[in-house]
């Protein structure tokens, strides 16, 4: 049972354009949405985050927008750069969660060219 | 950097041995989470610690352990290796529990001959 799915494996960019990479999710409990990039060889590096009271969360180039009734989150990066190039992963945690778990999706490599 | 240190970056044993991963989190981070990453995988939660006591449990094997000691560093104890626990072991640590991101370290990478 995926309970947040990227259903994009790829996607390729032109720098300068904006990057637009879609994230789903099942469990209605998520109050908590995280963006992680991976590079190879290295651990998961914290992106931007949003909360369910939000619909808009912006740091820089990175802006994360969240539909709840849609149960659609997406991550915005204006203007890309080749730097940008990793494989992002959408995360979310729920409310009756004690924990704080998170539950990941599988994953959008992004490729931005020159 | 993260801040989260994860030791060993490699790990090469064979079926049926026992080892231990060991994770420092970031400092004054008192949760610390471990998740799997196995080929072709997302990241699987696997066992969460705060401040010293075990806070949820995920899709962890019985053969799997884990504590966090007093000085909030912990380690992941993996016993009767096979080949399938190949895996990236990913520590992670965070402020408080609830809506404050997650820090990652870098990792170990344990390989089943």
């Known amino acids: 049972d995926q309970q947040v799915k990227q259903n994009s494996p790829s996607l390729s960019v032109q720098e300068g354009r904006i990057s637009i990479l879609n994230c789903d999710y099942t469990?209605?409990?998520?109050?908590?949405f995280l963006w992680y990039k991976k590079y190879p060889a290295e651990g998961p590096t914290f992106l931007i985050s949003?909360?369910?009271?939000?619909d808009k969360n912006e740091d820089g180039r990175f802006t994360v927008f969240l539909n709840k009734s849609a149960k659609h989150l997406s991550l915005h990066i204006v203007p890309s750069q080749p730097g940008d190039s990793a494989v992002y992963f959408c995360?979310?945690?729920?409310?009756?969660?004690?924990?704080?778990?998170?539950?990941f999706g599988q994953g959008t490599e992004l490729s931005v060219k020159p | 950097d993260s801040g989260v240190t994860q030791t060993p970056k490699h790990l090469i044993t064979a079926t049926g041995q026992r080892v231990t991963l060991r994770c420092s989190p970031r400092?004054?981070?008192?949760?610390v989470y471990w998740y799997q990453q196995s080929l072709d995988q997302g990241l699987q939660f696997l066992i969460q610690?705060?401040?010293?006591?075990?806070?949820a449990k995920g899709n962890i094997l019985e053969r799997f352990s884990a504590q966090q000691f007093p000085d909030l560093h912990s380690e992941l104890n993996l016993s009767s290796l096979e080949l399938g626990d190949s895996a990236l072991y990913f520590c992670?640590?965070?402020?408080?529990?609830?809506?404050?991101?997650?820090?990652f370290g870098d990792g170990t990478r344990l390989s089943i001959l």
């Open positions: 469990n209605s409990m998520f109050d908590y």
């Open positions: 995360a979310a945690s729920a409310k009756d969660n004690q924990g704080g778990k998170l539950i």
């Open positions: 949003i909360s369910s009271i939000k």
């Open positions: 992670a640590s965070s402020k408080d529990q609830g809506t404050w991101p997650q820090h």
């Open positions: 610690y705060y401040n010293g006591e075990e806070r």
């Open positions: 400092s004054g981070d008192l949760s």
